[in-house]
């Protein structure tokens, strides 16, 4: 149970061992509150709804190989599996989320899709291995190092290769994380850095880290990466569900979700 929840800094070793935990545990809720509307085999880019067939991020080529990094219950790539002309592995941290990416799986006719779990900032694949790299949602907010897991998706990305990522839209941390009225008012600087971190005596078992849309574009750059866009995708009018802080009210008034599509170079 969370004790205590605050702004306060929280380093890599101590976010990365409390989100482990933390996601171990809540696995199977996740995917109770919200795999109908991921669905199984779904490519959803963030609550806005916006799925990958709709906004084409990865241009994605027959032969092609994809690592998807944070997969949670590996949705995104079971959608890629389906497609049946790409290679595709799910890769988590968190061996509970990958465990309900295994039990969809084995409820499901056709191959399962191949699971790793690692850590974002340290992915074990050799250089120029993979053609894409992409994740939703998954690893950037949740690690206090986000250049690292940059840096290590350029590294094992082939020249020409992609790394997408959606994340939380940094705006919105200059706002109460609420879905209703109180969530329009900005109540904190944008600017200040510091993690949003839940702790139990001391212990911390949660921690989201922030960065400004500059911090981002920086660690791209910083990473030897060529940002080819920056999708801030606008609220539906057919989305009706809220997703905990994220909702329609607040959706046709503020940014929620950041897509960057990163490529690596071709020398
Ligand atoms: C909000 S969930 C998103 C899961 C999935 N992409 C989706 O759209 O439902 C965040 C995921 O990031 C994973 N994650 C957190 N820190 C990570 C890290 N350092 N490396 C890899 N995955 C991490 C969590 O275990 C969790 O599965």
């Given amino acids: 149970m ?33 795999g109908a509307f991921l669905g199984d085999d779904g490519f959803v880019w963030g609550p806005e709804g916006w799925t990958e067939d709709e906004l084409g991020l ?6 092609m190989t994809v690592l998807e990094i944070g997969a ?16 595709v592995v799910a890769s988590d941290l ?12 084995a409820g499901r006719e056709g191959p399962p899709v191949p699971l790793l779990q690692c850590d974002g900032t340290r992915l074990p694949l050799v250089d120029d291995s993979v053609d894409r790299v992409f ?3 998954g690893v950037v907010p949740f690690v206090a190092d986000s250049a690292t897991v940059l840096a290590e998706a350029a590294r094992v990305l082939r020249p020409g ?22 969530g329009l008012t900005a109540t904190t600087s944008y600017f200040d850095r510091t993690p949003y971190v839940e702790s139990t005596s001391g212990v911390v078992t949660y921690a989201e880290h922030h960065r400004t849309l500059g911090d981002l574009v920086r660690q791209v750059v910083a990473a030897g990466l060529a940002l080819v866009d920056l999708v801030e995708p606008e609220w539906p009018e057919r989305n009706r569900e809220e997703w905990g ?23």
């Fill in 245 to 267: 802080g994220w909702s329609p009210l607040r959706g046709r008034l503020l940014p929620g979700t950041a897509i960057l599509v990163t490529e690596r170079p071709v020398p």
């Fill in 94 to 105: 968190s061996g509970g989320m990958l465990r309900t990416a295994a039990r969809i799986d």
């Fill in 72 to 87: 949670g219950g590996a949705q995104c790539s079971r959608s890629l599996l389906s497609r049946g002309d790409v290679r």
């Fill in 58 to 63: 990865l241009d994605l080529s027959p032969g």
């Fill in 2 to 34: 969370t004790e205590h929840a605050a702004r306060r800094p929280a380093g890599p070793d101590e976010t990365r061992s409390a989100n482990r935990a933390w996601w171990d545990g809540e696995a199977e809720a996740y995917h109770a509150e919200h």
């Fill in 161 to 182: 290769g992609r790394f997408v990522f959606s994340t939380s839209h940094p705006v919105r941390w200059a706002f109460p994380d609420v879905p209703g009225e109180a």
């Fill in 135 to 137: 994740t939703a949602y």
